[in-house]
C-alpha cells in the first residue's frame, strides 16, 4: 500500500483526511502529531487511540517542546521579536518546527506522501507546503480539504456516513496552545470592532495579591526563575503557570497573513512577553547604542521571514549568527512585578551593566571628562547642522 503521513490534530479536517485517504485513496495511513508545548499525556494518548479508529495504522507524538526551543524560540528571545508590536508569534513559530518534524519522519519510514487538513485560506497550507517541497521535493503534498473544497458540514456527513461519529459540535473558540503562547480566535475575531470575552481566554484571573518574581538571563537565555535554575524551555513552561494566574499577556493580533489579506486573532502568552520584556531591559543595560540600534531592524526582518515561512531560506541562519553573537553580554537578573492583568519590570542586577557610575551619573556629574572639554565637544557635534543652515540662508 502507499504510505502517507497526515499532520494529524484529532480535529475535524485531519480526522477527515485520515479516513478519506485510507477508506476511498487506499492508502496506509500513519498518523503525526508534533508536541511544541501544550499537550499532556491523556491528550496524547485520546489523539492516538481516536486516530487508530478512524483508520490510520501507526500514530506517533514527537516531542519536539526542546527542538522549539532551540531552532525558534531562542532566536524570537534574542531579537525581542514581536510581530506589529503585539504578538509573539506563538502559532507561526510552532508550525515551522511541525513541519520540519513531519516531513523528517516522513522520510524516516518511506513514505512518498505526507497530507495535511489545511484550507486555501490560510497562512498554515503557505508555511507546511514550503518546508515539504524545499526538504523533500520527492514526497507529493495531498490536501483533500483545500483541494475538495469541503465545507465543515460536508466533512461531518462523511464522517457519520462512515461510521466516525465523534462530537464534532464546534466550540465557540478555537485554541491552540504552545509553550509560545495560546491563540484564541471566535467570532469577534472576524470583526474589526470586537473585543473577545474574559470567558473566551484559556487562563483566568485567580491570583489578586501582586507578587514579585527574578528572571535570570545567561547570555540571553532565561536560565533561572527566582534562583530556580533549569533548562530554558522548562523556565517559559514555570514563569507560563506563575504568570497566567494573573491573566497576563492577553492582546488581539491584527496582522497581514501570507497571501495577501488582513487577519485577527486573541492571544494570551504571559510567559512570552514578561520573557521579551525581561530581556530587552536587561539588554539597554548591557548592550552598546549601536548595538541596539541594529538589532531592532534585523529582529524584525527574522520575525517577518519565520512569519511568511521563510525558516529555511540561508539568511535566516546569518540573522540567528548575529543575534546570537548579540547576546554575549546579555546576563544577569531582572527584577519584577505581577499584577492582576499586567506586570512592572522593576529593574535589574548585572555585573555587564553599562550604567556604571566610574564614568558619571545621567544628569547629576561627570567624572571622566571636564566642562571645557563638553562644550568642545557640543561644538563639533552641531557642525553639520551649521553649516546647513548657513548654505539654506545664502540661497
Given at each position: ?109 518511506g513514505a512518498k506522501f505526507i497530507a495535511h487538513g ?33 465545507s465543515r458540514q460536508e466533512e461531518i456527513d462523511y ?189 535589574i542586577t548585572s555585573k555587564n551593566d553599562l550604567m ?40
Open positions: 500500500m502507499k504510505k502517507v503521513v497526515i499532520a494529524y490534530s484529532g480535529g475535524l479536517d485531519t480526522s477527515y483526511c485520515a479516513k478519506y485517504l485510507s477508506k476511498e485513496e487506499n492508502f496506509e495511513v500513519h498518523a503525526v502529531s508534533v508536541n511544541t508545548g501544550g499537550f499532556s499525556e491523556e491528550e496524547i494518548n485520546h489523539i492516538g487511540e481516536n486516530a487508530k479508529k478512524i483508520g490510520a495504522k501507526t500514530y506517533k507524538n514527537i516531542d519536539a517542546v526542546a527542538s522549539f526551543y532551540q531552532k525558534v524560540v531562542k532566536y524570537l528571545i534574542f531579537g525581542n521579536v514581536l510581530k506589529n508590536n503585539t504578538y509573539p508569534l506563538s502559532v507561526s513559530a510552532e508550525r515551522i518546527v511541525q513541519a520540519i518534524e513531519i516531513v523528517n519522519y516522513a522520510k524516516e519510514i489545511s484550507t486555501g485560506a490560510g497562512n498554515d497550507q503557505v508555511r507546511f507546503d514550503m518546508i515539504f517541497q524545499i526538504i523533500a521535493p520527492e514526497i507529493e503534498i495531498i490536501t483533500p480539504i483545500r483541494d475538495k473544497q469541503l464522517l457519520q456516513q462512515n461510521g466516525v461519529d465523534m462530537n464534532w459540535e464546534k466550540s465557540k473558540y478555537s485554541v491552540n496552545k504552545g509553550l509560545w503562547g495560546t491563540s484564541v480566535g471566535g467570532e469577534e475575531t472576524l470583526t474589526s470592532k470586537e473585543p473577545l470575552p474574559e470567558a473566551a481566554y484559556p487562563s483566568q484571573l485567580q491570583e489578586k495579591e501582586p507578587k514579585k518574581i527574578t528572571l535570570s538571563f545567561t547570555k540571553g537565555e532565561l536560565s533561572a526563575v527566582d534562583g530556580k535554575a533549569n533548562s530554558p524551555q522548562k523556565n517559559i513552561e514555570i514563569l507560563e503557570n506563575i504568570a497566567s494566574k494573573y491573566a497576563i499577556g492577553r492582546d488581539i493580533h491584527v496582522g497581514d497573513t501570507i497571501i495577501g489579506i488582513k487577519g485577527r486573532v486573541g492571544f494570551e502568552a504571559a510567559a512570552a512577553l514578561i520573557t521579551i520584556k525581561a530581556h530587552h531591559l536587561l539588554e539597554k543595560h548591557c548592550l552598546s547604542k549601536w548595538q541596539l540600534q541594529h538589532k531592532d531592524y534585523l529582529a524584525n526582518w527574522y520575525g517577518t521571514h519565520l512569519h511568511e515561512g521563510l525558516y529555511l531560506d540561508p539568511v535566516m541562519r546569518d540573522l540567528e549568527a548575529f543575534l546570537e553573537s548579540s547576546q554575549e553580554q546579555v546576563s544577569g537578573e531582572v527584577h519584577l512585578s505581577l499584577h492582576p492583568y499586567r506586570f512592572t519590570l522593576d529593574g556604571n557610575n566610574s564614568f558619571g551619573n545621567y544628569g547629576e556629574e561627570n567624572k571622566a571628562w571636564t566642562a571645557d572639554d563638553a562644550k568642545g565637544f557640543i561644538k563639533i557635534l552641531s557642525n553639520s547642522g551649521k553649516v546647513y543652515q548657513h548654505v539654506k540662508a545664502e540661497k
